[in-house]
């Protein structure tokens, strides 16, 4: 089902109560369990739409859900175009109707900067702002959106995430991610890159034969860091495993930057003329360096 609609502004108090508040940990289970199993769960999954003109260079933030995909990649018009499919789950029909109410997401914006702000259950200072009366057994139940979001190709993005595959492509601003759980793809070209996930996994492909910014960091807790570079790439690498890994290097030409300083668990390397600084942080797992295309 489409619906196109125009989303509910935030004010700024509301955003920064979403922003401080905004947990992704699961809803702790009711104290008074049923000793019947439950009844299956009616889905309704719905699919909103939104536009905001935006300039060049401006800036896009993204809090999403505490489950579901995001993909933001860059076009070039001037301006945002935001498509969310929101899944709920519920008991009745008349529960996803007051479900609906709540679980989605409001836009605030000024000049140059677009805030795009999940709502729903998972916060409970919104829902006693607008739903004070709100089921506490709806609290609980399975929930989650479908970012696909399409900005200018000169964007700053800012995402903090919760649990599902992120894809960012096509554009060249400050991107900062931060998320629980996901496969993250990026493929990206250059300016400033901060990657934060906890655990899963990250392929990282930078389509040039340089990285056009001052640096790009990519820490994940757990997991598996994979690197495609351009045949012919120049810039600097800082790769560590903290604690169990290895760094794998398969890339040709990658020399060490001092003396015997690429081992199996850590790494300080050149390729080809040097330039920007890359650096990739695993606690447990693997870092995996090689060109593009010879990935299998």
Known sequence: MQVKRRATPVSSVALILLSTFYLYAPVAAQKNKPTTPAAP?????TTLHDTRRLGYSGAVTLVGAPAGSITIEGWQRSEVEVNAEVELRGPTAADLDRLALVNGYAIDEDANHIRIITTGTHDKKYLKRVAKDFPKSLIGLPWKVDYHIKVPAMTDVSIDAGTGPIKVSGFEGMVRINAVESAADLSLTGSDLSVIIQKGAVNFTIPARSWHGLRAEIKLASGKLAVDLMPGFSGDIDADVLRVGEVKNAFPGLEPR???????????????????????TVGDGTIEIKAVGSRQ
């Open 258 to 280: 001092e003396r015997n300083s690429i081992g199996s668990r850590s790494m300080r390397a050149r390729a080809g003329n040097g330039g920007a600084m890359l650096t990739f």
């Open 41 to 45: 769960l009616l889905t309704r999954t």
